[in-house]
């Protein structure tokens, strides 16, 4: 898997131009946590570091580990994934919390594709990473992001 994982960074940061390090400061991460990873010093690097990866390079977590996302269909009409929601509550729960979020920031108000991609991103790694249990620490952390 570590090798995959490697390839797989190794190819995002290419496409991008990245530097290792550059990335890592993106993602919030320590340093040489990505150049740890792509040496193999990191044999089972943490959930949360490959979605901040993932989310700073642009790409699904799924991507990073070479993997087809379970929960995404494909609409044979047009090239894009979406997202199948099947967890009502879960989704409802990410709403709120995102609709309260907006009421309290002092910052400027989110678009709707922008507020639709927050929904989606907190609901895959709720469902992905966390058995389908929102969480809440992540959610702030990753509004703190945005």
């Keep these: 898997m570590s090798e995959v994982v490697a390839q ?22 320590k340093v040489n946590s990505i150049r740890n990873i ?8 943490s959930a949360d570091s490959l979605l901040a990866i ?3 390079l642009g ?12 929960y995404q269909k494909v609409d044979n009409s047009s090239s894009q994934k979406k997202t199948s929601y099947n967890d009502y509550e879960l989704l409802k729960k990410i709403v709120i919390h995102l609709i309260d979020h907006q009421k309290e920031s002092k910052s400027s108000h ?20 966390r058995n389908g249990d929102f969480d809440l620490e992540f959610f702030n952390w990753f509004m703190q992001k945005k």
């Design 8 to 29: 797989k960074i190794r190819e995002h940061l290419d496409e991008k131009g990245w530097s290792i390090s550059a990335t890592e400061k993106k993602a919030g991460l």
């Design 38 to 45: 792509l040496s193999g010093h990191s044999k089972k690097p």
């Design 54 to 56: 993932s989310n700073v």
């Design 59 to 70: 790409c699904s977590i799924y991507d990073i580990l070479g993997e087809t996302n379970p």
């Design 110 to 129: 989110i678009d709707s594709f922008t507020f639709n991609d927050i929904v989606e991103k907190m609901y895959r790694y709720s469902t992905e990473v």
